[in-house]
């Protein structure tokens, strides 16, 4: 994968066709604009899936007046390039994972914690469209950087896969693991008692086959499509947390659009909620198969009962504190509100062991 700086510098150029971009809903060329929306997948994938689907309902909505120009990921850069150039506004919109923000919107590193969403993907996705903890409170705190995120979706349940066996929390002992660059995660592994450390998933199928690190977490479609399961021996479906992405804007441009434009943006954005779940629903199925009959690149999959889930849910608790303790800016409110929302719509108490509801 190669990550094209030029390509990024090119589209800063205009991109070439001369139309307008990042100015705060200005347009040129006979009324038209093209705005950029990065991604941090690739073609085929959830999140640039999104982007083309968005980006083509805007389109119609607009009578072909806005044009959205997805990228897909490495096209600008990095995941940590692409949250820079949202808070900058040198592109007006992007799909971002919150697991890239962690050193910038500490707030946001509540999604590193294991078994904190319901266990049905369906619920976590009902979590993330009702949550005012989420919506207003943890928007405002990403607002404070420039970043509006207008949604928050799940990409489905996170899995894991390694080099060998894992199904407790000791078989993590001194494994090197591979995460996103948010603190939080990386805590929630030195829980486990493994070694983590963070990188990009561009340079993550190298690093998986030579074994500098050996597991990952993801969710399966994921997974599959990069190919990691031809670097990995063993899947472990843990279903620890949930792969949340979030549909994000650069704040002053977003400001500074027309009622009507925003209007049009929020609803589209609304409407692409239950889009974007069928979506990643259909596609982590559909890998799901495909690993588990792939003989050229055995994988074993392991589907964890709820007794060792319930292990490693005990030792993921602690990290909670943590986040209260060091991570939170305002004494972990956000997550106290969170929790209370999830308990509500899951009718469970967080944290506490809560069956399958798949
Ligand atoms: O593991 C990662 O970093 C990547 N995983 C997904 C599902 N989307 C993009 C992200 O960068």
Redesign the pocket.
Known sequence: MALSLSGFLAACGGGGDGESSGDGGESSGGGSETWRMVT??VDG???YEYAEEFGKRINEKTDGKITIEPYE?GGLGN?SDQVEQLETGAVEMAVM?P??TGNMVKEGQLFALHFLFPDSVEKTQEVLNKSEALNKDLRSKYEEHGITPLAFWT?GAMQWTFSKKVEKPADFEGLKMRT?TSPLILESYKAYGADPQSM??GE?YTALDRGTVEG?E??IF?IGDASFHEVQDYMTLSNHNN?V?MTTVNSDWYDGLDEEMQKTIDETVQEMQEWVYEEQEAQNEEWLKTIKEDEENATEVIELTEEQREAFRKEAMGVRDFYREEVSTVDGEILDKLEKEISEISGEETGESSGSEE
């Open positions: 941090e997948e994938q959830v999140q990921f995941e994972s697991g890239f990409e996103q990009s998933w993550l990952q993801n969710p994921f792969y992405a």
